[in-house]
Antibody, heavy 120, light 108 residues
């Protein structure tokens, strides 16, 4: 059974960089055709797609966040990663990783999410 | 960017009753629509894709319909585990993939 687990600091200072990792267990991302996505949800609000990275390394980012987002993949560690620079309080949210199985474009599996708070 | 809207914002339903949720896209998305269910404090879970295909393990009381810009999710007989927030998501055009604001299904 494939599972996703997000990890990273729960508190980030304003203007700094938010860094999160999603570890995939139960399958090898280098063997499958995975897209690793990051999606966030501020408290009490809806879902916002941040971007995705293919297991071979190509990326798509949300235009609204593109200037601040970098995603990477480490197939040796079976991980997808997110970096979001110059954070503000508006970036405070639960961050989820979620997969798409190429060529589908819906999110078939989600991690439990991790809360990131931006505060000094 | 394709904007998704959902109605109603909140739906009060008694257990055993039928629930009908609506989702609308700002332009045609063919059948490229998914539905998710999120319980309080949990991650969303895929319910439906292709507007009308149930995901693995989803019971038959859930059905989806629609194409183009208007879509419906119907729960034929609401069970206690069905309460929570339902989101629709379009995957016709990206980036970005976009979600609706959600419909909260609560106990009447």
């Amino acid at each position: 059974q494939v599972q996703l687990q997000e990890s990273g600091p729960g508190l980030v200072k304003p203007s700094q960089t938010l860094s999160l990792t999603c570890t995939v267990s139960g399958d090898s991302i280098s063997r499958g055709s995975y897209y690793g996505n990051w999606i966030r949800q501020p408290a009490g609000k809806g879902l916002e797609w941040i971007g995705r990275i293919y297991s071979r390394g190509s990326t798509d980012y949300s235009p609204s966040l593109k200037s601040r987002v970098t995603m990477s993949v480490d197939t040796s560690q079976n991980q997808f990663s997110l970096k979001l620079t110059s954070v503000t309080a508006a970036d405070t949210a639960v961050y989820y990783c979620a997969t798409q199985q190429w060529p589908t474009r819906y999110f078939d599996l989600w991690g439990r999410g991790t809360l990131v708070t931006v505060s000094s | 960017e394709i904007v998704m809207t959902q109605s109603p914002a909140t739906l009060s339903v008694s257990p055993g009753e039928r629930a009908t949720l609506s989702c609308r896209a700002s332009e045609s998305i063919s059948g490229n629509l998914a539905w998710y269910h999120q319980k309080s404090g949990q991650a969303p879970r895929l319910l439906m894709y292709g507007a009308s295909t149930r995901a693995t393990g989803i019971p038959a009381r859930f059905s989806g319909s629609g194409s183009g810009t208007d879509f419906t999710l119907t729960i034929s007989s609401l069970q206690s585990e069905d309460f929570g927030v339902y989101y629709c998501q379009q995957y016709e055009d990206w980036p970005p993939f976009t979600f609706g604001p959600g419909t909260k299904v609560e106990i009447k």
